[in-house]
């Protein structure tokens, strides 16, 4: 049977998902040279989103890089996935995760805030966190403020181990026990490969509908 | 415009029903639903699919309609069965099922001056009838999550009932931007929303009265699922390039042909990319004298 003649379908209603990804940016990140499959798997994250009508569409995406003396830079702010380029991070300086966490979980209430004004309609943001090496900030508050977060449902974190050295009970200590991986320092086109599945999964969530995430790579680890 | 003759009830699918549970069966296990119906100045023709989501995962329709035309007024009825729950299917097609009857019976039984306070106070014991059937089963309530749209036609006012989320819509204008709107109520996230199997499900329950529909004019119930491409581009209003070939179609076509070619459309490539999710659309047109 034929469509009904003349119909213009056109998508009038998108709803958001937040996406903030915090990459580390220190010096060991160089060291191990991590820091350029990272690169890498920011290029193949910026082109599987635009693969998708829905994810290029529904997902926004904001990074932040930890390094420097304790700094944190937004590297790219809230931007739709189709519009997303890769930034270059580079590896240099120190792992302020307590830092980086708060600011993130700042943009998520600013983005969040932006939607309510706008009248957009939204899917609970997520937070990703990605580290090789312990915090050098004083971490543990802003921890406790994160698990609360995420008991209040204001986002949902995903932490992820980068090689031998990641800092498992710290990037535990974000999380409320699941949701932690750990990955190789030459697995990051695994895991963003499925960071993007992730998104598109999340994109596309109905209501009351659990999203069903792609099988994690055996790259991406229980920690 | 001219409307086909009138004639009396015509199911699609499920073709010739014996029985409110044949309904309820084959509007489960079937993955599109199909209804076409005339009478008293009234067409509505509904269709709902099986989402490109749900197809992918084998996955069954967790949509559901019933709509009927009784004493001069057109009735239907929308569920969208939450993704999580095991029963969804089941709770969509039961739910709508139990209110349209009660509609029905109440019209049949001179209900039909009923107020807007009677009507909801109709919605209420009807979900609160499935849902103690439902228990009495000894099937878990929550499994049967899902959300509810009803809306009555009469001459002189439209009703709705609304719980969660799902789109309605009276038409005021020729041209589709004036329209009267029951918006989908979710909690703070888009792909939460609120459920008639939730305890404190009357007090998510929105009633209100709408103008009626004046010959001519068009109204719509629809999921989620159908939202993006009918509610129009400021929210406020319908939109006008699905509104009007739509309408123009099947003020034109009624029938089986009209309800085949609304699927064909809810199913089409292109409604797909919009939307994976199932989807559902009750158009109820009052026709021309």
Same mark, same amino acid.
């Given at each position: 049977?034929?469509?009904?003649?003349?119909?213009?379908?056109?998508?009038?209603?998108?709803?958001?998902?937040?996406?903030?990804?915090?990459?580390?940016?220190?010096?060991?990140?160089?060291?191990?040279?991590?820091?350029?499959?990272?690169?890498?798997?920011?290029?193949?994250?910026?082109?599987?989103?635009?693969?998708?009508?829905?994810?290029?569409?529904?997902?926004?995406?904001?990074?932040?890089?930890?390094?420097?003396?304790?700094?944190?830079?937004?590297?790219?702010?809230?931007?739709?996935?189709?519009?997303?380029?890769?930034?270059?991070?580079?590896?240099?300086?120190?792992?302020?995760?307590?830092?980086?966490?708060?600011?993130?979980?700042?943009?998520?209430?600013?983005?969040?805030?932006?939607?309510?004004?706008?009248?957009?309609?939204?899917?609970?943001?997520?937070?990703?966190?990605?580290?090789?090496?312990?915090?050098?900030?004083?971490?543990?508050?802003?921890?406790?403020?994160?698990?609360?977060?995420?008991?209040?449902?204001?986002?949902?974190?995903?932490?992820?181990?980068?090689?031998?050295?990641?800092?498992?009970?710290?990037?535990?200590?974000?999380?409320?026990?699941?949701?932690?991986?750990?990955?190789?320092?030459?697995?990051?086109?695994?895991?963003?490969?499925?960071?993007? $599945?992730?998104?598109?999964?999340?994109?596309?969530?109905?209501?009351?509908?659990?999203?069903?995430?792609?099988?994690?790579?055996?790259?991406?680890?229980?920690? | 415009?001219?409307?086909?003759?009138?004639?009396?009830?015509?199911?699609?699918?499920?073709?010739?029903? $014996?029985?409110?549970?044949?309904?309820?069966?084959?509007?489960?296990?079937?993955?599109?639903?199909?209804?076409?119906?005339?009478?008293?100045?009234?067409?509505?023709?509904?269709?709902?699919?099986?989402?490109?989501?749900?197809?992918?995962?084998?996955?069954?329709?967790?949509?559901?309609?019933?709509?009927?035309?009784?004493?001069?007024?057109?009735?239907?009825?929308?569920?969208?069965?939450?993704?999580? $729950?095991?029963?969804?299917?089941?709770?969509?097609?039961?739910?709508?099922?139990?209110?349209?009857?009660?509609?029905?019976?109440?019209?049949?039984?001179?209900?039909?001056?009923?107020?807007?306070?009677?009507?909801?106070?109709?919605?209420?014991?009807?979900?609160?009838?499935?849902?103690?059937?439902?228990?009495?089963?000894?099937?878990?309530?929550?499994?049967?999550?899902?959300?509810?749209?009803?809306?009555?036609?009469?001459?002189? $006012?439209?009703?709705?009932?609304?719980?969660?989320?799902?789109?309605?819509?009276?038409?005021?204008?020729?041209?589709?931007?004036?329209?009267?709107?029951?918006?989908?109520?979710?909690?703070?996230?888009?792909?939460?929303?609120?459920?008639?199997?939730?305890?404190?499900?009357?007090?998510?329950?929105?009633?209100?009265?709408?103008?009626?529909?004046?010959?001519?004019?068009?109204?719509?119930?629809?999921?989620?699922?159908?939202?993006?491409?009918?509610?129009?581009?400021?929210?406020?209003?319908?939109?006008?390039?699905?509104?009007?070939?739509?309408?123009?179609?099947?003020?034109?076509?009624?029938?089986?042909?009209?309800?085949?070619?609304?699927?064909?459309?809810?199913?089409?490539?292109?409604?797909?990319?919009?939307?994976?999710?199932?989807?559902?659309?009750?158009?109820?047109?009052?026709?021309?004298?």
């Amino acid at each position: 049977m034929d469509m009904i003649p003349d119909v213009a379908l056109k998508r009038n209603k998108v709803e958001r998902l937040a996406c903030v990804l915090i990459v580390d940016g220190s010096s060991s990140m160089k060291e191990s040279g991590a820091i350029a499959e990272l690169n890498e798997g920011l290029r193949t994250l910026a082109a599987l989103l635009k693969e998708d009508d829905d994810t290029a569409d529904g997902v926004q995406i904001a990074i932040l890089r930890m390094g420097d003396q304790d700094a944190v830079t937004e590297l790219t702010g809230f931007v739709d996935a189709a519009d997303f380029t890769a930034p270059v991070v580079e590896a240099n300086g120190s792992t302020p995760l307590g830092q980086a966490v708060e600011q993130a979980m700042r943009l998520i209430e600013a983005q969040k805030q932006r939607y309510r004004q706008n009248g957009i309609s939204y899917k609970r943001p997520w937070l990703w966190i990605m580290s090789d090496g312990a915090p050098t900030d004083a971490w543990q508050p802003v921890a406790a403020r994160a698990r609360a977060a995420q008991e209040a449902r204001q986002f949902t974190l995903w932490a992820i181990g980068i090689g031998k050295e990641a800092p498992l009970q710290a990037l535990k200590a974000f999380t409320n026990g699941d949701r932690c991986f750990r990955i190789g320092e030459r697995d990051f086109k695994a895991m963003f490969e499925w960071m993007s $599945a992730s998104m598109s999964a999340g994109s596309k969530g109905a209501a009351g509908q659990q999203v069903t995430l792609p099988p994690r790579p055996p790259e991406v680890a229980d920690l | 415009m001219t409307a086909p003759p009138e004639r009396n009830v015509e199911d699609i699918v499920p073709a010739a029903p $014996a029985s409110a549970s044949t309904i309820l069966e084959a509007a489960v296990a079937v993955p599109v639903q199909l209804q076409a119906l005339e009478g008293a100045g009234w067409r509505v023709i509904g269709a709902s699919l099986r989402g490109r989501d749900h197809v992918s995962r084998g996955i069954e329709r967790q949509d559901a309609f019933a709509a009927a035309v009784v004493s001069s007024m057109a009735f239907a009825v929308v569920c969208d069965g939450a993704g999580s $729950a095991r029963c969804a299917a089941a709770g969509a097609a039961r739910f709508s099922q139990a209110v349209l009857e009660a509609l029905k019976h109440e019209a049949a039984d001179g209900g039909i001056r009923f107020s807007v306070a009677r009507f909801r106070d109709v919605v209420i014991e009807a979900v609160e009838a499935c849902r103690a059937a439902i228990k009495a089963e000894g099937l878990p309530l929550h499994e049967h999550h899902t959300t509810l749209l009803v809306l009555a036609a009469r001459t002189d $006012a439209t009703f709705i009932a609304h719980v969660g989320d799902g789109l309605a819509g009276v038409a005021l204008s020729a041209d589709w931007t004036e329209a009267k709107l029951s918006l989908p109520e979710n909690g703070e996230y888009a792909n939460e929303t609120v459920f008639v199997t939730e305890d404190d499900w009357t007090e998510r329950l929105r009633c209100c009265r709408l103008p009626a529909l004046q010959p001519g004019r068009v109204a719509v119930i629809l999921t989620d699922g159908t939202m993006p491409f009918v509610i129009g581009p400021d929210q406020k209003g319908l939109e006008p390039g699905f509104m009007a070939p739509v309408s123009r179609h099947l003020f034109a076509t009624g029938g089986v042909p009209a309800a085949e070619a609304l699927a064909a459309t809810l199913g089409s490539p292109d409604a797909c990319r919009i939307s994976g999710d199932d989807k559902t659309l009750v158009w109820i047109g009052r026709l021309a004298v």
